[in-house]
């Protein structure tokens, strides 16, 4: 079965929970007037709407909020709907999605939480699915891939072009030291704007990412629902990946401290960069090219020869894993002449030779 299949699939098989939620005590939330009154008047309110009048965002789109039972997402929902209230009483323009990936015995109950929260701010359109994740790959990623594509989908039927998640400022550090220590520095700092275009390779959608908490701090949106009344589910397995050892180190935790602050810009710079350097691919390749001489591959800056390997080994119909690649741009560093192979996903592989450099789906 294609990964399109395998993805068609499971949106298919997985319900609507909120149509399905099981009887049970729900939890309480203050009064609806008096939560986005009381959010409407606090400083991250100022906050998220300017972030999203710098998007461009008018007061009567409709917007996906990508939502989870989490401190940020929680935040995010009642700060729209504060924000939109104002110009949108019915809240009519704001749609939510949680999804549930059955990592977690607790991530029904911490959807369903998201769902009554959402519905008790009164929006109407809120859509909870349930996705089963690939078994091969990376978890985070591939449930980072599944979420995007899931809320691209739901923009489709809702007749939208923009999802908004909840990242913020410490993300975003987290983000960069992640990033520095895999190497892929720049390929991440580029994702980390208030706004980026989002294509999904698998369903075919396009949308636009929204990220107006980007100047907010951990501790303040926890803080903003503390002072409201409102309860939020903290994932604990987070505590033990890699970003909640960052966060419990202290020495990290003071670095994250200052990068939070000044990662604006420097996102933005790589973002530039990253334009540059898909203007030169244009120019060095054709978009459906599944080759290239080892002439002109040499002639190209190393950054550009990673970026260029990943290109033809997609026009292929595959993927090349992160380490290929460095193995691939190592072999071609050392001025090796020797014939290598690569093997990428979906049954192609990357042939280098003294000649050339291209990919070739093996026909079983």
Known sequence: MSLREEHSTALRECAEVQEQVETREMPCFPPRAELLLRASRHPLAALMRDALDACGVATDETLLLLISGGGDSM??????????????????????????????????????????????????????????????????????????????????????????????????????????????????????????????????????????????????????????????????????????ALRSNPATAQLIESIAASTGELCEDAAALLSLRDSIIDEVLREDATSITRERMDQQHIAVRGALLVQLVRACGGEIARVAVHEALTHLANGLRTPKSFACSRGVTLEIDVRSIRAVKRVK
Not at 174 to 179: I, N, Q
Request: hydrophobic share 45%.
């Open 75 to 244: 935040a995010m929902l009642l700060l729209a709907a504060a924000v939109r209230e104002r110009t949108d009483p019915t809240l009519a323009s704001l749609a939510s999605l949680t999804i549930d990936f059955g990592l977690r015995a607790e991530a029904r109950a911490e959807c369903e939480r998201a769902v009554t929260f959402a519905r008790h701010l009164g929006l109407t359109r809120v859509e909870s699915l349930c996705v089963e994740l690939p078994t091969q790959g990376n978890t985070l990623e591939n449930a980072r891939d599944a979420r995007l594509a899931a809320a691209c989908a739901s923009c489709i039927r809702l007749d939208c072009t923009r999802v908004v998640l909840a990242h913020q400022a410490d993300d975003r550090a987290e983000s960069v030291l992640l990033a520095l220590s895999r190497g892929v520095a720049i390929e991440s700092l580029a994702r980390l704007l208030p706004a980026r275009q989002f294509v999904d390779d698998v369903g075919g959608g396009h949308v636009e990412l929204l990220r107006p908490l980007l100047n907010a701090r951990r501790t303040q949106l926890r803080d903003f629902l503390a002072e409201l009344g409102v309860a939020w589910c903290d994932d604990p397995s987070n505590a033990r990946r890699t970003r909640g």
